[in-house]
C-alpha cells in the first residue's frame, strides 16, 4: 500500500539523518493514512511525526548553545 511505502521512505529518510524531508514524508503518509480511514497508520505516523518534533527541538536548541 502506498501509505506503508511512504512510512518505510520517511524511516529511512530519518535514519539517514535528513529530519525536514523525514517529516515532510511522515505528513504525506499521514495524509494517506487519514484519506484510508486506517487509524493504525495514522497513528504510526502521528507518533513518528512527534518524535522528529522533540528531535528537531533539540538539535535547534544544541545549535543557538553552540552560537553563545
Not at 535528513?18 to 487509524?39: G, P, Q, V
Given at each position: 500500500?502506498?501509505?506503508?511505502a511512504t512510512l518505510d521512505m520517511?524511516?529511512?529518510?530519518?535514519?539517514?539523518?535528513?529530519?525536514e524531508k523525514a517529516i515532510r514524508l511522515y505528513s504525506a503518509a499521514l495524509d494517506l493514512a487519514d484519506e484510508h480511514n486506517n487509524s493504525n497508520l495514522i497513528e504510526v505516523s502521528l507518533t513518528n511525526l512527534a518524535s522528529l518534533y522533540v528531535i528537531s527541538k533539540r538539535q535547534?536548541?544544541?545549535?543557538?548553545?553552540?552560537e553563545r
Amino acid at each position: 500500500e502506498e501509505t506503508k511505502a511512504t512510512l518505510d521512505m520517511a524511516a529511512a529518510t530519518s535514519h539517514s539523518k535528513d529530519i525536514e524531508k523525514a517529516i515532510r514524508l511522515y505528513s504525506a503518509a499521514l495524509d494517506l493514512a487519514d484519506e484510508h480511514n486506517n487509524s493504525n497508520l495514522i497513528e504510526v505516523s502521528l507518533t513518528n511525526l512527534a518524535s522528529l518534533y522533540v528531535i528537531s527541538k533539540r538539535q535547534i536548541g544544541r545549535a543557538s548553545c553552540r552560537e553563545r
